[in-house]
């Protein structure tokens, strides 16, 4: 079994567990990323051409996420939470809790980016995946 591919497969598995940890709708989390979003542009300053530009996302998918009506990919999230230089939490609208499952969504989230994991990173993620914690 390939480590690798099961975790760029599975990669969801987290994001369904924010929501039920935080007890807040697909459709309410939405609505906050794409806000979290829009203050980050405006607190520096830039526009939403010039996020598509540095992310190589299309404008009109870009309105989309901001307005809550296209589903928003962890690896889309992921390039925006990096050219907006923040913290991937803060678009999501969450404090980061060492010890727990956002721990190994940061990991699922450098598997998708190309990030190589180390093999305790490749554990951890079969081991939430899998139920083994």
């Known amino acids: 079994m390939n480590i690798n591919k ?3 497969l599975l ?3 987290p994001k369904r567990k924010f929501q ?3 007890g807040v709708s697909k459709e309410e989390n939405m ?5 979290n979003i829009k203050k980050e542009l405006e607190r520096r300053g830039l526009s939403q051409k010039e996020l598509c530009k540095s992310t190589k996302i299309s404008e009109s998918a870009l309105s989309k996420y901001l307005s809550s009506t296209k589903p928003l990919r962890t690896d889309i999230l992921a390039k925006i939470a990096r050219a907006l230089d923040v913290n991937i939490y803060q678009l999501l609208g969450l404090e980061e809790r060492p010890g727990t499952t956002f ?3 940061k990991t699922a989230l450098m598997a998708r980016s190309g990030t190589s994991l180390t093999n305790d990173e490749k554990k951890q993620l079969i081991d939430l995946i899998f ?3």
């Open 6 to 8: 099961i975790s760029v």
């Open 11 to 13: 990669i969801d598995f």
């Open 20 to 22: 039920i940890m935080e």
């Open 31 to 35: 609505s906050t990323i794409g806000e």
């Open 103 to 105: 721990d190994v969504c």
């Open 131 to 133: 139920g083994h914690e």
